[in-house]
Antibody, heavy 117, light 108 residues
Framework: QVQLQESGPGLLRPSETLSLTCTVS????????WSWIRQSPGKGLEWMGY???????HYNPSLKGRVTISLGTSTSQFSLKLTSVTPDDTAVYFC???????????WGQGTKVTVSS | EIVLTQSPGTLSLSPGERATFSCRAS???????FAWYQQKPGQAPRLLMY???RRATGIPDRFSGSGSGTDFTLTITRLESEDFAVYYC?????????FGQGTKLEIK
């Protein structure tokens, strides 16, 4: 059974860099596409970007170059970095799997990140 | 960016009734890349339908999806108590991938 689990700090100050890790069990990140998606009351569900098994990435232009998704050193992790955070980046952050042309079929439980001074 | 607009915002129905959710896209979406999700409080979204009308693994046949172009529909026949949740439409054919704002299905 494939499971995803997000981890990382829950509280950040404005201008800091958000760093999250998604740990995958029951599958390898050397297959498929792996995305980060966030959800906030103000913006709803927002796809942030994905990384493919080759390491190629594609990001949502709305994040204006602040986002980086990378593969981990192991075959079971990938990461998200979001620079220069503001209170608008307060959200629940999910990692998710996408198989080929299909939509996100497996999601992590989500991790809440709050940006506040 | 393809904007997805869902209606209604809230649907108040009773168990056993039929629920119909609508999603309108700001531009045409390839039906192969259109999906629906269900989300309950404190949980991640759960994939219900993909490719417009294909049920995801484990989804009962009381759920069905239809549509093409800019108009898509999710239908739940014979509502059960576990169906009361928020429903989101999603397109992953155009970048950036986008989601609708959600329709809350509440018990009447």
């Amino acid at each position: 059974q494939v499971q995803l689990q997000e981890s990382g700090p829950g509280l950040l100050r404005p201008s800091e860099t958000l760093s999250l890790t998604c740990t995958v069990s029951g599958d390898s990140i050397s297959t498929y596409y792996w995305s980060w998606i966030r959800q906030s009351p103000g913006k709803g569900l927002e796809w942030m970007g994905y990384i493919y098994r080759t390491g190629s990435t594609h990001y949502n232009p709305s994040l204006k170059g602040r986002v980086t998704i990378s593969l981990g050193t192991s075959t079971s992790q990938f990461s998200l970095k979001l620079t220069s955070v503001t209170p608008d980046d307060t959200a629940v952050y999910f990692c998710a799997r996408q198989v080929g042309d299909d939509p996100f079929d497996i999601w992590g439980q989500g991790t809440k990140v709050t940006v506040s001074s | 960016e393809i904007v997805l607009t869902q209606s209604p915002g809230t649907l108040s129905l009773s168990p056993g009734e039929r629920a119909t959710f609508s999603c309108r896209a700001s531009q045409s979406v390839d039906s192969r890349y259109f999906a629906w999700y269900q989300q309950k409080p404190g949980q991640a979204p759960r994939l219900l339908m993909y490719g417009t009308s294909r049920r995801a693994t484990g989804i009962p046949d009381r759920f069905s999806g239809s549509g093409s172009g800019t108009d898509f529909t999710l239908t739940i026949t014979r509502l059960e108590s576990e169906d009361f949740a928020v429903y989101y439409c999603h397109q992953h054919g155009g970048s950036p991938y986008t989601f609708g704002q959600g329709t809350k299905l509440e018990i009447k």
